[in-house]
């Protein structure tokens, strides 16, 4: 009898007939199991997994990578995300949050820095302006 290799996104055990690896794995050809998709990956039950883009990430046995949230940073694909500290921002899909710049605020670490109204200063990393002294502007 002949034999057939087993097909690349399949697995075959025991001589049965291949069987597709789940969504969230992936076999390449002549398997008798599939491979959980590793983290900082994505998986569509095929013959390979995909590395994700800088700005995503993945913990793993995932479809799809997910996109680093405002108020995060991803220093790595594998890894969940990582709140910004205050004083600091991200608007999402970043590896690394960036200081609130000197003359602003940034009462939260998901939006965009407000310039000081005048009257008011602010160094950098600053959450929120503070009043200027009497006899300065």
Request: charge should be positive.
């Amino acid at each position: 009898t002949n034999c057939t290799v087993c097909p690349a996104g399949y697995y075959c055990h025991y001589g049965l007939l291949p069987t597709a690896a789940a969504a969230d794995y992936y076999s390449s050809k002549g398997a008798t199991s599939c491979t959980a998709c590793p983290s900082g990956s994505s998986c569509s039950g095929g013959s390979s997994s995909s590395s994700c883009a800088t700005g995503y990430y993945s913990t793993g046995t995932s479809t799809n990578c997910t996109y680093c949230p405002p108020g995060y940073y991803c220093p790595s694909t594998s890894i969940s995300p990582v709140s910004c500290a205050a004083g600091y921002y991200s608007l999402g899909g970043t590896t690394a949050c960036t200081v609130c710049p000197a003359g602003s605020k940034c009462p939260t670490t998901s939006v965009t820095p407000t310039n000081c109204p005048l009257g008011t200063y602010s160094l950098s990393g600053a959450r929120n302006c503070t009043s200027c002294p009497a006899g300065y502007a």
